[in-house]
């Protein structure tokens, strides 16, 4: 579905600042962020961007069934903007902010094993950066990248099986992780971890139903009304039925918002990005202030550094990666 035709780029801000909102309390040092379905809103945010990439990806591999063009497409969309956050991270952030020497910053194995983030290895931690906040991880957002980035592989690796079989299997490993998810089996990040992957297989099954915006939007705010009264495992199994319908249905909307915010450009990955650092260097400089202050303060500036990054980075790279992979289209068609 081509951009600036629906709604999935106002989503995916919307997730982003969700994620953005919900990080200020823990990172003030303060409980109770705000949930629904006993699901804290930062992680309705990261779940909503599986739905979306989960629902988007299995579209564009049922139009161009090409594993190499895929990956090649998919590396250019996650890896530039990546690079960027954590190479200016630790080469400018870092010693900037660190209250080590800079002999303990530059020398030290936290400094290099920063680097890998490159890889999808989350790593929090740099030598004395925003270790007097009220806790010290540099960017905590990276954790979910590795997972989404499987996930493209899983999506890319299923497909050639066949559609039929590529929607069986994801269908039965639906179900699976749902069971997994609501037991007993699973705890603490991983468990954060699977539900993610299982929004993501959820939204990839969204992809059969035919023209998903023709559906009615009442069922959704129904289930959505209905996890106000909802908590634990009750309430997880109706976001795992609501979520996906929500987040395909209204994304798959023509509006006049998604025209604008096309010319604009799509701030959400970098916003995602650079939230989590943007929202530590305030508490390192200006200490815990109130947390609607504190949103008030970094979210339009997630915004503008999401947007620079689009512009400067991720749509180049984008634009690439179409070149790449129509490139190699042609050439493995000519060795048939």
Known sequence: MLRGTNLFDALRVLAASLVI??????????????AIAGIKI????V?????ISGYLLARSWRRSQRFGAFIIRRTLRIFPGLFVVVILTLLVL??????F???????TGPFWRYLMNLVLLAEYDLPG???????SPVNGSLWSLGPEFSCYLMLAVLGLLGARASSIIRALLAVVLVIIVVGPYLSGPLRTTAIAVTF???GSLFADVPRPGRYPLWPGLLGAA???LLDGTAGLIVVFIVLPYVVVVVGSRKSRLSHTLHRIGDPSYGMYLWGFPVQQTLILCAGVVPLWQSIAIVLPTSIALGLASWHLVEKPAITLGNVVSETNVRESNRFR
């Open 200 to 202: 993501f297989v959820l």
């Open 226 to 228: 209905l996890l106000v």
């Open 21 to 34: 909102i919900g990080h200020t309390w823990p990172l003030s040092g303060v409980g109770g962020a705000p």
């Open 94 to 99: 870092g010693p900037v902010v660190t209250t």
């Open 47 to 51: 779940y909503t961007f599986f739905v």
């Open 101 to 107: 020497p800079a002999s303990d910053y530059w020398g």
């Open 42 to 45: 930062h992680h309705f945010g």
């Open 129 to 135: 950066v925003f270790i007097t906040n009220p806790i």
